[in-house]
């Protein structure tokens, strides 16, 4: 990780260029000071973006660019990408993504309501190629475990050995909510986990990543463990809604009363080698 700016400051900068969207320094340190990430720029805009490399193959994603409104159409979110674009050009990466980093991620993408932002990734030279959906959830949801079933909040091993064998993508987050004290597990009778769910993991409040074992789903733990996760954000944050980030499974959620929230466009530049 390298940063022109603090966590405090490039929240206060979010304040300004993004200010209904909340994230706080804590949010923004996870999400855009984690491995592999760098923050440049400062007070009068700034990008964050990541690099990974996939067996000798480069790919970068854009995690949050922000500009405030008075700085705007002057050139400078351009030369932050144009920056970006260089440093990945040197470094090999032949793609920049926006948004949609798993596991430490900002946005699925960018939000379709930012009328500024798709203008300037398309005029930039990114095309879209995919979308992302984020859904809200009051947080009064509330469902009852099926019998025998016990969910809890995760202090063990439990729910990482789950994702470790079912669902590897989302062990770094599951982790990560076991040491904030926000993921939540279901067991059977026998003591086994067969479900997990987490909150606040990137962004406060954000619910995801849940997951039920393939074999033991269509019981009611996943509207269980949901209902935990509600439960425990009205708790913790005092908030009415829940976002649920980038969500697969609309019908489940739907038929808990989550509804379509946000939607997000996923961009892609191609870098030319030099
Ligand atoms: C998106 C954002 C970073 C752009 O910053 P900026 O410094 O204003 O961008 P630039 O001045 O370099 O603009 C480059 C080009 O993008 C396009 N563009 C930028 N804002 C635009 C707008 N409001 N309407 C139409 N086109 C726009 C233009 O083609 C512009 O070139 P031009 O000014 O020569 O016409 C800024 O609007 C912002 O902070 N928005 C809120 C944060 C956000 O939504 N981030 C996206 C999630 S990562």
Partial sequence: MSADLTPDELA???ASALPSEGLTAADLETCCFGPGAEVLGDGDGAIAWLR????GVGVAWILLAAVPPERRRRGVGRALVDEVATRCRAAGVREIHTGNAAPRYVWPGVDLAQTAALAFF???GFEAYDHGLNMALPTTYRAAPPPGITVE???GDG???LARREFPNWEDEITRGIERGTTFAARDASGETIAFGAHSVNRHTWIGPMATDPHRRHGGTGHAILAALAEDIATSFGVPVAEIAWVAPVPFYAKAGAVAHRA???HRLRIDPV
């Fill in 122 to 124: 398309q005029d930039l």
């Fill in 52 to 55: 990974r490399d996939f067996g």
């Fill in 153 to 155: 909040r995760e202090t």
């Fill in 12 to 14: 206060a900068l979010c």
């Fill in 264 to 266: 997000f466009r996923v």
């Fill in 159 to 161: 729910a990482i050995e």
